[in-house]
Nanobody, 115 residues
Framework: QVQLVESGGGLVQAGGSLRLSCAAS????????IDWFRQAPGKSREFVAG???????NYADAVKGRFTISRDNAKNTVYLQMNSLKPEDTSVYYC?????????WGQGTQVTVST
């Protein structure tokens, strides 16, 4: 059974940094694309960043130049380094993958950026 477990969220001041982690199990991690999404209260879930099995990355315009996604296949983990955080980055951040014709989501980790 595929499991995704996020960690690393918290409260940070504007301009600060956080690193989120997504630990995966139950699937051949190295061949799967892993994405980060986020959802703020009252808003739809939105794409943040993704990384393919080849290490090709993709970012939402809102986070380009501030966030960096990376993966460590030996640890079955994907990271999201978030720098220059803004209050509008406040959301629950979710890890996602698509495997064997199903979508899988983690439980989410809260990121709160104060002014």
């Amino acid at each position: 059974q595929v499991q995704l477990v996020e960690s690393g969220g918290g409260l940070v001041q504007a301009g600060g940094s956080l690193r989120l982690s997504c630990a995966a199990s139950g699937m051949p991690f190295s061949i799967n694309t892993i994405d980060w999404f986020r959802q703020a209260p009252g808003k739809s879930r939105e794409f943040v960043a993704g990384i393919t099995s080849y290490g090709i990355t993709n970012y939402a315009d809102a986070v380009k130049g501030r966030f960096t996604i990376s993966r460590d296949n030996a640890k079955n983990t994907v990271y999201l380094q978030m720098n220059s955080l803004k209050p509008e980055d406040t959301s629950v951040y979710y890890c996602h993958t698509y495997y064997s014709r199903s979508n899988y989501w983690g439980q989410g980790t809260q990121v709160t950026v104060s002014t």
